[in-house]
Nanobody, 127 residues
């Protein structure tokens, strides 16, 4: 079992920045991904960014956030961070941290590839 605890959401003006944190506890498989998804009201859950451990480590970012959002991690603290800069009103959503054990590359951006989810943290960007 894996437990995820998110923090860092809030209200910010367009152009501002926020940093989300997700601390994981529990055991995962040797090959897994840990990432962020977001969901706005009335919309499907959308991939934001993730990293996958399979031998080495690979980072993935959605096209809509490339150049603005950066995923990083602190292995010692079992924590992953999402630094969000130049936020836009369309980034407003509930952001969810997730872990996908034994995930394959093609599923990294698919919510169906993840088994464990945090409770979500709200990000609201005002124009």
């Amino acid at each position: 079992q894996v437990q995820l605890e998110e923090s860092g959401g809030g209200l910010v003006q367009a152009g501002g920045s926020l940093r989300l944190s997700c601390k994981a506890s529990g055991r995962t498989a040797n090959n897994y991904a840990m990432g962020w998804f977001r969901q706005a009201p009335g919309k499907e859950r959308e991939f934001v960014a993730a990293w996958r451990r399979s031998g080495g480590t690979t980072y993935y970012h959605a096209e809509s956030v490339k150049g603005r959002f950066t995923l990083s991690r602190d292995n010692a603290a079992n924590t992953v961070y999402l630094q969000m800069n130049n936020l836009k009103p369309e980034d407003t959503a509930a952001y969810y941290c997730a872990v996908g054990p034994n995930i394959i590359t093609s599923m990294v951006s698919n919510p169906g590839g993840y088994s464990y989810w945090g409770q979500g943290t709200q990000v609201t960007v005002s124009s």
